[in-house]
């Protein structure tokens, strides 16, 4: 089935450093996605991506569609407190049937 | 306007029981989809229903199975429960054929 690679698997950084996590497939896909995982909470989507080369921001999160339609990467600029989580990628392949595939998770700790 | 909504939130049972979760998708939604958390394994599809009919299923043996009413309230059941069930259940909903999903808080299950 498919897999999506996703690093780093953990990240210790300062509060105001900036973040980039990546997501990378064998697989071709339609749409790629960036959650966020809160302890004790269901993930939240940050981003959705649709067209290969695409870059979106939501804030202080961007992120971009890769050319090759295999791979993604997140970007968190100046981050606080609140950033601590874990973000999973995940992809769609479309059909209206499939369920997402999902990467392993980028667990985000930030030190004071 | 509500979000997901799952019961129960926490359980523990044993092993060779059933148990029955319930999801309360957003209002309009029709579509509802079912995760499974792990440590080891991430997020895995399980299945997913609309308009009471299931679309698709992940790679989870018959012991796991579920059903979506006409007002798009959905369940799963787990039979027989093992120790390797023990999880967190996440039901998510959304409007159309996208990736974009709605998740809610989650079912925590604990098999001892």
């Known amino acids: 089935g498919q897999q999506l690679n996703q690093s780093p698997q953990s990240m210790f950084i300062q509060e105001g450093e900036d973040v980039s996590m990546n997501c990378t497939s064998s697989?071709?896909?339609?749409?790629w996605l960036w959650y966020k995982q809160d302890p004790g909470e269901g993930p939240v989507l940050l981003i959705a991506?649709?067209?290969?080369?695409e870059l979106t921001s939501n804030g202080r999160l961007t992120a971009q569609f890769g050319i090759t339609r295999k791979d993604s990467f997140l970007n968190i600029s100046a981050s606080i407190p609140s950033d601590v989580g874990i973000y999973f990628c995940?992809?769609?392949?479309?059909?209206?049937?499939?369920?997402?595939?999902f990467g392993k998770g980028t667990h985000l700790i930030i030190q004071p | 306007k509500a979000g997901v909504t799952q019961t129960p939130r926490y359980l523990i049972k044993t092993r060779g029981q059933q148990v029955t979760l319930s999801c309360s998708p957003i209002?309009?939604?029709?579509?509802v989809s079912w995760y499974q958390q792990t440590p080891g394994q991430g997020l895995q599809f399980l299945f997913e229903?609309?308009?009471?009919?299931?679309?698709n299923k992940g790679n989870f043996p018959g012991r796991f199975s579920g059903r979506q009413f006409s007002n798009s309230r959905s369940e799963m059941n787990v039979s027989t429960l093992e120790l390797g069930d023990s999880a967190l259940y996440l039901c998510?909903?959304?409007?159309?054929?996208?990736?974009?999903?709605?998740f809610g808080e989650g079912s925590r299950l604990t098999v001892l």
């Open positions: 998510a909903s959304r409007v159309a054929n996208t990736g974009e999903l709605f």
């Open positions: 991506l649709y067209k290969a080369g």
């Open positions: 229903y609309f308009s009471e009919t299931q679309r």
């Open positions: 209002s309009g939604h029709r579509s």
């Open positions: 697989s071709i896909f339609n749409t």
């Open positions: 995940a992809e769609y392949s479309g059909g209206g049937a499939d369920g997402l595939t």
